[in-house]
């Protein structure tokens, strides 16, 4: 329908319609760096037909957004063409614009949740991101030694980095934490038995669940004690001739409180040593120093010490790295993981040992980590803190912006995320925003479309902006997002 009330003709529209080369003229030369005459006969067709099969469609679709309302009630065909046509030339426009932008790209975390799975889990430290950027721009020494001029292994430095930080013997590193278990029990039990605690069957989200990954690994679970309780004879009991590895998972992402008993690592492994078979540990988040503020982890040292034969964890839950699945432990099982045919189909790309190695070398230094791996200092950051970064967003905001969203600094609690540490709340502080005009379920979505995307959460009706994994740089552009909606929410 027009703005008058009287429909508008298809066919009508349909003729007014530019051609793809009238449309190529439009788009050519006015930007300075032009596509090709092929992208821009592409994005010409596509956005006229895009524009043709609307109209065919009928109904407010072809005209409400874009036509010229006015002109087609008024029955000006000069203006309808020209407004068509302008209005195609921008569509063209986004699909060139799209087809540069990549899909998967920087969102600002303003949920509180610090290891967010669904939002990429640890930013990477500068020192990582250096080191990916160095790497990726030309060649690299990934598989040569430079001293001996030939070649040479593939992850020596963050091998020697991990057994120095863990205490291990050897170290190896896949692609993940899913692939590490799997590698370690397939290589160590394929075709025989594992003995697991029933507290210990974790399902990690996804498709991660200890029976499912023991049964794809190849080997038989046989589970023994209760979910809250198993002694160290029911392991004893369970172990048999086909018996091939003791396995302890730990329950990251949840905790049975009450009436609880588990193994100590020490009494598994005094047990297992005895029995002549081995015990892996799958340590989850796997932590390499405890940030202050949040409760002790189990760290990576602590298994090797009490004689663990082999470790598993991830890369980019607690240590703050990128994706990976690091394994430590004794060297015999780890040389027989390198020389496992499966090890070539699990093992890491430059880009991220890079990263793993900047990450890690931190570490060397603990209180440098603290400081710089960015999953570690938002997690030890106290509501102080990040109560500051929210009061520097409301000010920038400005009077006015921050009064149409009706804003204010509140106090939060966040989470370690990452199906680590369930129970451990981070008291955090949150920009909470309530605008008359506009519901927090709407504003939500619109932050979710912003330059660039805001993921934020709703508490009590309040769209709330918690800062916690908010980094500086992000506070400009937040603030400018939240003004461009503030016309409209208030
Ligand atoms: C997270 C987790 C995994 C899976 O690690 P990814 O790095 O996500 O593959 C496995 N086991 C435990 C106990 C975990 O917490």
Redesign the pocket.
Known sequence: MSATGKPIDNTYLLRLLPSVDELIEDLRGSEEDTPSGAALAEAAREAIEGRRRRILAGGAAHNGDVLTDAAAGAGDTEAVRAALRGEIIGEAWDILTDARTTDLRHVINATGIVLHTNLGRAPLSEAAQRALIDVSRSYSNLEYDLEAGRRGGRSGAVEALLRKLTGAEAAVVVN????A?MFAIRMMAEGREVVVSRGEL?E?GGS?RIPDIMAQSGARMVEVGATNKTHVSDYENAIGPDTALLLK??T??FRVVGFTEEVPREELTALAHARGIPVLE????GCFVNPPGIPDEPTVAASVEAGVDLITL????LLGGP?A?IIVGKAAWVDRLKKHPMMRALRLDKLTLAALEATLRAYLDPERAMREVPALRMLAEDATATGARAEALLTTLGKEAAQKLSAEVIDTTGRVG???MPLAELKSRALALSPQNISADRLDALLREAGPPVVARIHEDRLLIDMRCVIDDEIGQLAEILKGLADQAG
Do not use: C, E, T, W
Not at 314 to 317: A, L, M, R, V
């Open positions: 993940n934490n899913a692939a278990v974790v990690i991660f998972v730990h990251s992402n799958d340590l989850g988040s991830s890369g980019d839950k994706q699945g990452g199906g680590a």
